[in-house]
């Protein structure tokens, strides 16, 4: 393997020896959710038309874990070296910013994809689930898991300690998620909240992934892929010129 693949294993390599805990455990979590949410409101919401609210939940459920764990995996790879002190042996190697980017953002990826596809796969024992665009559900998985994996690749430079990820993640990661229509549309809140979901890129990539299940949405699923679209490419140079300065790695 060339350098970056090596570094793209190794990270994969990290978060599957414990998959009980960075996948099962996810999973079990939004089942929590789909349960307790589905069952206490499923005669009381009704969000589509011919769409029941359990099946509702499934796509946000599973974006929602799929953006979580993207995030999770390359801010707490970065953030662990950093502590334990083994970043340097990573320093020493020939490897260039750019493969730094692919590998954590690859491993990201795939982590986030992983847990997606697990929390829709139990979803599906106990509610259906219908494909009404298959290609935007993989744009969006893709493109949003990416996004978190670049976000938290810029999460992991920036903080020297736990507290300061953890901090990062509660304060802006967490109530972005949960504020952007897993568990409503945004068309049953008054204006003003609605406005201001439209400022959050979060809403846009659970929207549009939905659209590609049930064929609607809140908002046009080409405006979705365009502001996704963008906040990727915004956060992926910010990314690459960190780890191109060296920032907070190098002394």
């Not at 409101?41 to 499934?58: M, P, Q």
């Not at 002190?85 to 730094?100: D, I, R």
């Not at 493109?143 to 938290?152: D, E, R, V």
Request: aromatic share 16%; glycine share 8%.
């Amino acid at each position: 393997m060339t350098g970056w693949q090596t570094l793209l294993y190794k990270e994969v390599l990290r978060f599957w020896k414990v998959a009980f805990q960075t996948v099962a455990g996810p999973v079990l979590t939004a089942m929590l959710y789909l349960l307790i949410f589905g069952h206490a409101l499923e005669a009381h919401v009704k969000v589509y038309d011919k769409v029941s609210y359990t099946a509702f939940l499934v796509p946000g459920l599973a974006m929602m874990s799929l953006l979580q764990n993207a995030f999770a995996n390359s801010s707490s790879s970065l953030i662990m070296s950093k502590v334990m002190g083994n970043l340097v042996f990573l320093m020493l190697t020939p490897l260039s910013y750019m493969n730094w980017f692919v590998a954590y953002v690859g491993a990201a990826v795939i982590r986030g994809l992983v847990v997606g596809l697990g929390v829709f796969a139990v979803s599906a024992l106990f509610t259906d689930v219908s494909f009404a665009a298959p290609l935007w559900i993989a744009a969006f998985a893709v493109m949003g898991a990416a996004l978190m994996g670049t976000l938290g690749l810029i999460a992991g430079l920036w903080a020297e300690k736990f507290d300061q990820l953890a901090a990062f993640q509660n304060f802006v990661v967490m109530p972005m998620t949960f504020l952007s229509g897993v568990f409503y549309s945004i068309h049953s809140l008054p204006a003003f909240w609605q406005n201001v979901s439209h400022l959050n890129p979060f809403f846009y990539m659970i929207d549009g992934f939905r659209y590609g299940f049930f064929g609607v949405s809140d908002v046009s699923p080409w405006l979705s892929l365009c502001v996704v679209g963008v906040a990727l490419a915004v956060v992926s140079v910010i990314a690459m010129y960190l780890l191109r300065t060296g920032y907070k790695i190098r002394g």
